[in-house]
């Protein structure tokens, strides 16, 4: 692959609100760094993605800054919305909030190969008025 070909599969997959899953390779895992909760396969990913972004959250990833490789990338988002359902134990408190998001990508013949989710959750307690112990 090359750094454009990294940049076009990613881009596209930012730019459809992580709703077009073509980008995705059958085998996909998507792991969340901060618990190592895994899924693995494009509809165990969309229902992470779909979970995250609507029934926990109602919430966008607002980019912010994107580096690509020959067969990765990283992209920084802003993780902005109202926590709408219980996420990490947390019952739904109707907040809004802005979190820092990142995820890095590895790439197999322009598709998505994997995705480390690095999401700040000490960021979202505080915002979510939950103490961390």
Do not use: W
Not at 8 to 33: I, N
Not at 68 to 93: C, I, L, R, Y
């Amino acid at each position: 692959m090359s750094v454009e070909s990294t940049r076009q599969t990613l881009q596209r997959y930012a730019d459809s609100a992580h709703t077009d899953l073509s980008m995705l390779s059958e085998d996909v895992v998507f792991t969340v760094m901060a618990t190592g909760q895994e899924s693995r396969g494009r509809e165990a990913v969309q229902g992470l993605l779909y979970y995250f972004y609507h029934i926990a959250f109602d919430a966008v990833a607002n980019p912010r800054l994107a580096i690509f490789g020959d067969s990765n990338g990283a992209m920084e988002f802003d993780f902005v919305g109202k926590h709408t359902g219980e996420f990490a134990g947390v019952p739904a408190t109707g907040k809004e909030v802005n979190v820092p998001l990142c995820v890095v990508y590895d790439l197999e013949n322009d598709l998505i190969k994997r995705g480390r989710i690095y999401f700040e959750i000490p960021a979202l307690l505080q915002q979510l008025g939950v103490a961390m112990g």
